[in-house]
């Protein structure tokens, strides 16, 4: 695709020897250069062209980490981490070489304090892991943006997922971090209270900054009692705007819908065929309750109503838990049901999010403009209690101009959404693909302060260089 | 009491003429210099002496705001902004003189988005305010830290108070804020949608921030529906012990309680004096709960079983408005109640915040160190959903050296809720009073991160200078 980038590179560009000879004397066989390696760490699942660090490094603990971040510091050498690799938007793409720190094997649940609430992990662990050690606890984490990634990536991205609505996001469950600064020092950014007004947020500093301003080692994260009761139901209206509707009043009602996810009839077709299931093909909500068992029901009957004043079908619901199961399996998988739409093309995904009484229109005029591009085939999912949603384009890589194309349909979104109060990316992070709208959400005063944050934390410009906001204005 | 600050003054320091004289053609009768208005604004509801901003400004828009701080980085001024004055660590203090920006008479609401549960007001606006304003739509803004403060002060410190077990804190409740930087700017830090990924979070950057990295001049705030159904009860406890290890099961079985305060037996029966009720004098909870009709009526039902198992006695309950509103009015009335245990003393209120585990151990210890100082009475109470609580100490003005032995008893208190993992300031902010804490919580750093930001946001160090962090390492 188009890249952002004036040099892209396969070529391994050349480091200092002194820094290669010191790394592969302290880390050994952890410490790689192979083209195979840096491919797989000069990617992730955004649309990019791979674009490759010199060198790759797997670290094992946070002091690890802090020699390592104080060699690159010594070296001016740049330095990105990586943990699973399925970030959306380029963000861990080596735009100008250097080293990956990968720390995939950092995967350790340090404590968890179930009195609390709380579980401490080191930044490989991935949610699913957490999920899986946690289970005997009666506790859960919520946040689930889909892919198994770390909660190290989870807190650096903002991320959240279908669990938003009730749960909230990243920024609201991560208690405190322990991040490697770019002099290599180690700081815990906060205690373990639930609440602290103890002096600036370092932790929301870190939280989003994509490895821009330090390396996230570890995380504390609320962790919530799992509940007495879960049901899952979907319900088909015959327009988007009835099911946005029923949305709005969900929220407005303040009833505490766990999840509520939409999906078009394009989306709910390939969903069908891709997890055979026989969902109707109309726009579509999935919903979730948690709860007690009474709880739960009055949740479910009052969603019912309120989806019947908006001409909702009759609910279909899924009790059991592998029905359960099954329905948000499909749910997750509707990334790769969509690909399946048009074999060979790739995705371009967006990720506006909206204030909520704007959705509607919101995705009416985003459809309209598909419209206009028949030949890029065009879904749409959201995590509509947000007022978040994404596109998916299919582009054909035999065509490049369909990347333009499909790059001007979400320009345009983009635009309408920062119009209507809202962002360009609700959850997925800026990376390299949302550098160029920063400037239409925020304006250049509000990008000045995030230089000088990233000047003032970053003086030497050498944590994943080139990504959330270029340097100078533009 | 022992001032931390070298050089506190009454005296009018030497102001720019041609400062002054620009302030009074522009502001005409909204400029003051008079005594009276700068004692005004040199203090607040901490035990400092008070120490004078050399001027008062009262401005009416952003706009007006920008054009001051600019005057004042033009010519050097420190420049500190004044809500309602309800601080309570010494935050609007003028240490170094300078000007108090008054932004009481902003208090206009400037929008209500029912449809997306926002609303957006001028930095002056009070809590209490946009409760009266909103109420015909159906919802409200729950954060309530017992006095009738501005938003705009409020976010600045990070404030939250009864409702932040279920609601949480201004951290979670601030949209965005609209903000005039060092150099005179006007910052919008995020769009209204309630979540996004778009950089660097300035909001929390901001939240919390008191004044020092610029001035908050609106605020877009989370609402919340009004709970269909409310009820309060109170239960007595034959120990604090018993009181603690209810509330920990009733989070840990993830009851949504909307209230659960803690007052020991000594604030009990200072509230019985002051607000004529005949509550049990042992350790007491005070609980409320909202939701359906149902859901209160579960929610009433399992704590109370919960209650049982702690030995807690019969609940008593408020279900009527008028009942309910008198027991929350003697809880927020609980600082006047307990000055007048003493009357003629002064308050230190102390702020900790722990993990919810360590509660109990923090209160007992804190209790057996308060009993060595008979001669100064203490009273706790405390947001205990959070692990938050507050020992008012009572101190002679007569005799200075209580003073000291209560902040010795403060700080002990903070260094053992420090090595539980919490934190110095749960909900009252730095101010002043906190900042010799902050070393030993944070690390020097951590607050070396600090000082960049705030280097980094003020470069001339005129905004609320010497607050929260000192800029050398000390």
Not at 71 to 77: G, P, Q, T, Y
Not at 152 to 173: D, F, H, L, P, W
Not at 439 to 452: Q, S
């Amino acid at each position: 695709m188009n890249q952002p980038i004036p040099h892209p590179s396969l070529l391994k560009r050349q480091l200092p020897e002194t820094f290669v000879s010191a790394l592969a004397a302290r880390f050994g066989d952890r410490f790689h250069t192979t083209e195979a390696m840096r491919l797989h760490h000069g990617r992730d699942e955004s649309a990019f062209d791979p674009m490759l660090p010199d060198a790759v490094v797997f670290a094992h603990s946070t002091g690890e980490v802090a020699e390592i971040v104080a060699l690159c510091s010594e070296h001016d050498v740049p330095v990105i981490p990586y943990g699973t690799g399925s970030s959306l938007e380029g963000h861990l793409l080596a735009i100008r070489g250097g080293l990956s720190v990968d720390v995939s094997e950092m995967n350790r649940v340090i404590a968890v304090n179930a009195e609390d609430l709380t579980a401490t992990v080191q930044a490989g662990v991935t949610r699913k892991q957490l999920n899986v050690e946690i289970k005997d606890t009666g506790l859960f984490f919520p946040i689930d943006p889909g892919a198994d990634a770390s909660l190290g990536g989870m807190a650096a991205t903002r991320a959240s997922g279908t669990n938003a609505v009730r749960y909230g996001t990243m920024r609201e469950n991560v208690v405190s971090l322990t991040v490697v600064t770019a002099d290599g020092k180690v700081v815990r950014t906060a205690r373990r209270a639930r609440k602290s007004s103890a002096g600036y947020d370092l932790t929301r500093i870190f939280v989003g900054s994509e490895g821009t301003l330090g390396i996230i080692t570890e995380v504390t994260v609320k962790l919530y009692p799992q509940p007495e009761a879960i049901s899952a139901a979907v319900c088909n209206f015959a327009t988007v705007d009835d099911a946005v509707r029923c949305v709005i009043q969900t929220i407005q009602m303040g009833v505490p819908v766990a999840r509520v996810e939409f999906l078009d009839a394009a989306f709910v077709k390939a969903v069908n065929v891709h997890s055979k299931l026989a969902l109707h093909e109309s726009p579509l909500l999935l919903f979730e309750f948690h709860g007690s068992e009474a709880s739960v029901k009055e949740q479910a009957e009052l969603v019912q109503e309120i989806a019947k004043d908006h001409d909702g079908r009759e609910f279909t619901w899924a009790t059991h838990p592998e029905d359960r199961s099954k329905l948000w399996t499909a749910r997750h998988n509707a990334y790769f049901a969509g690909l399946q739409v048009k074999p060979g093309t790739r995705a371009i995904t967006t990720d506006v999010c909206v204030p909520i009484s704007r959705l509607a229109e919101s995705i009416a005029t985003t459809v309209a403009d598909c419209e206009r591009s028949p030949h890029i085939p065009s879904l749409i999912l959201g995590h509509v209690g947000d007022g978040n949603y994404h596109v998916m384009l299919l582009v054909d890589p035999a065509h490049p101009d369909e990347f333009a194309e499909a790059e001007g349909i979400n320009h345009r979104l983009v635009s309408r959404a920062i119009r209507m109060d809202g962002t360009c990316t609700g959850e997925h992070g800026v990376g390299l693909h949302k550098m160029p709208f920063l400037v239409e959400e925020h304006g250049e005063d509000a990008l000045d302060l995030m230089r000088a944050l990233k000047r003032a934390f970053d003086p030497k410009n050498i944590m994943n260089p080139g990504k959330i906001v270029a340097l100078e204005r533009g």
